[in-house]
């Protein structure tokens, strides 16, 4: 039998909106929209040092940039996001460069999606 698979890609971005509502509620929205923009900076240049990391083969460096990424995502409701981080930095850790491969193609996914799962979170507590 001869046929070809398709492999669909899909999921979304959880965001944690109690934890948000803490936010607002601790913060103010203002506050904790520029708080939320810096953290999502942050995320992004953890990403960047993880790519340049793997690229290298550099696995310290790569676990470092995990390890400050977890409380980032952490903070501003990405549970998804932290937990793959870390399933990245375990993956490094223990030098299965296939689980590797997989839970940081997965982490960059869910990097994509946090602006516009963010904004959507922001749009529904309006």
């Known amino acids: 039998m001869t046929g070809t698979s398709r492999l669909i890609l899909g999921g979304s971005t959880e965001i944690d909106a109690e934890r948000l509502d803490c936010l607002v509620e601790e913060m103010g929205r203002l506050a904790a929209e520029r708080m939320i923009g810096r953290a999502i900076e942050e995320i992004d240049w953890r990403l960047m040092d993880a790519r340049i990391a793997l690229r290298s083969g550099d696995r310290a460096g790569l676990r470092n940039a995990m390890r400050h990424m977890v409380p980032v995502a952490n903070t501003v409701g990405l549970p998804d996001v932290s937990r793959v981080a870390g399933d990245v930095a375990g ?36």
């Open 91 to 126: 993956a490094a850790a223990s030098g299965d460069s296939i689980a590797l491969s997989a839970t940081f193609a997965r982490l960059e996914r869910l990097c994509d999606g946090v602006v516009p799962a963010i904004g959507e979170a922001w749009a529904a507590q309006s």
